[in-house]
């Protein structure tokens, strides 16, 4: 079985700062994939990063990185410069390839301040 | 265009009827999955299928039903079982051979009164 935590419901950002959400998870496979998405009001998932677990670099996807510790099974996301359009719930998530399993965190509510 | 389809974005059904929920998808992708998200919830897995004529039961699969007949389908049954169905109810396939890439429809609203 895999899960998926984050333990933080609810964070607050300023406008332009750096913020960080945390993610820890758990799988007895080797062959996994990490990933961040985004849910705005309108409920579309919207992908922000992902990792492979093979991969020792942290992924980065412009103002978007994360900070993988493979032995601490830890996978938190940095939103750099916060924009008010950032305002969302993410969700970190654990794919598996073994038995193709995506599984979801409970995900946290994140706001931004003008 | 490519991609996956839900429907109906929304549905209001009386309590004690069984509705189907709709999944298509166009991008020849093998496994899909059903998802339920109940307000300021996360996602919890209801039932996934890796290949055609086959499926797995996810973490909370009672009270629903689902079949895998064609690559492109993956309807989900609410049925009269559920004990609270009232939910936003999301689709997502991948494929397996690039298994990084994960596309999710735009969900379904299910209202039962």
């Known amino acids: 079985a895999q899960t998926v935590t984050q333990s933080q419901p609810e964070m607050s950002v300023q406008e332009a700062e750096t913020v960080t959400l945390s993610c820890t998870y758990d799988t007895s496979e080797s062959d996994y994939y990490l990933f961040w998405y985004k849910q705005p009001p309108s409920r579309q998932m919207i992908l922000v990063i992902r990792q492979e677990a093979y991969k020792q670099q942290n992924a980065t996807e412009n103002r978007f990185s994360v900070n993988f510790q493979k032995a601490a099974k830890s996978f938190s996301l940095k939103i750099s410069d916060s924009q008010l359009g950032d305002a969302a719930m993410y969700f970190c998530a654990c794919y598996t390839g073994a038995n193709s399993k995506l599984t979801f965190g409970k995900g946290i509510t994140l706001s931004v301040r003008p | 265009d490519g991609g996956i389809t839900q429907s109906p974005k929304y549905l209001f059904r009386k309590e004690g009827q069984n509705v189907t929920l709709s999944c298509e998808q166009n991008?020849?992708?093998?496994?899909m999955y059903w998802y339920r998200q109940d307000p300021g919830q996360g996602l919890r897995l209801i039932y996934y299928?890796?290949?055609?004529?086959?499926?797995q039961k996810g973490d909370i699969a009672e009270g629903y039903s689902v079949s895998r007949e064609k690559k492109e389908s993956f309807p989900l049954t609410v049925t009269s079982a559920q004990k609270n169905p009232t939910a936003f109810y999301l689709c997502?396939?991948?494929?397996?051979?690039?298994?990084?890439?994960?596309?999710f429809g735009e969900g379904s609203w299910l209202t039962v009164v």
């Open positions: 299928s890796q290949i055609v004529n086959d499926f």
């Open positions: 997502a396939s991948s494929a397996r051979t690039v298994r990084n890439t994960i596309y």
């Open positions: 991008l020849n992708h093998d496994a």
